[in-house]
């Protein structure tokens, strides 16, 4: 992944992120339970965490490519669409077998940091 497409890939998840919690605050505020709201919520914040997050592997893709830094992206991508996309679904629908999914999703988002985290060691372009 070349670091000016994470970037703008983190940018719009941020814009999303945004989106989402207002819409959530404003316009489910009325429509969702107290704990389909706050799921919806969660979806939101960690959307949010990881669009910065995509937008940190952006930076490390210019300071270190290829390997490392590219898989933190690739996984933090991973983790938004599995994590958040299946708390706002679950959130939405009802659907409880999609929280089943979440964690899959965590462990991407524990795997980008930890890629994000080894991004600066030397001797891997995988």
Not at 22 to 41: K, N, S
Not at 100 to 114: H, K, M, Q, V
């Given at each position: 992944?070349r670091?000016?497409v994470?970037?703008?890939?983190?940018a719009?998840s941020g814009?999303?992120?945004?989106a989402?919690?207002?819409f959530?605050?404003h316009?489910l505020?009325a429509r969702?339970?107290p704990?389909a709201?706050?799921t919806?919520?969660?979806?939101?914040?960690?959307?949010?965490y990881?669009?910065?997050?995509l937008?940190?592997a952006?930076?490390?893709?210019q300071?270190?490519?290829g390997g490392?830094?590219?898989w933190?992206a690739?996984?933090?991508?991973?983790g938004?669409?599995?994590?958040?996309?299946?708390l706002y679904?679950l959130?939405?629908?009802g659907?409880?077998?999609l929280?089943g999914?979440?964690p899959l999703?965590g462990?991407a988002?524990?795997?980008?940091?930890l890629?994000?985290?080894?991004a600066p060691?030397?001797g891997?372009?995988?």
């Amino acid at each position: 992944m070349r670091a000016p497409v994470v970037f703008s890939i983190g940018a719009l998840s941020g814009l999303i992120a945004v989106a989402a919690g207002a819409f959530g605050a404003h316009a489910l505020r009325a429509r969702l339970d107290p704990g389909a709201l706050a799921t919806f919520e969660t979806a939101a914040r960690y959307q949010m965490y990881h669009a910065l997050g995509l937008i940190a592997a952006a930076w490390a893709l210019q300071r270190w490519p290829g390997g490392w830094s590219t898989w933190a992206a690739r996984l933090f991508v991973a983790g938004t669409l599995l994590f958040s996309g299946s708390l706002y679904l679950l959130a939405l629908s009802g659907t409880r077998w999609l929280g089943g999914i979440t964690p899959l999703g965590g462990a991407a988002f524990l795997g980008g940091w930890l890629c994000l985290a080894l991004a600066p060691r030397a001797g891997w372009s995988g």
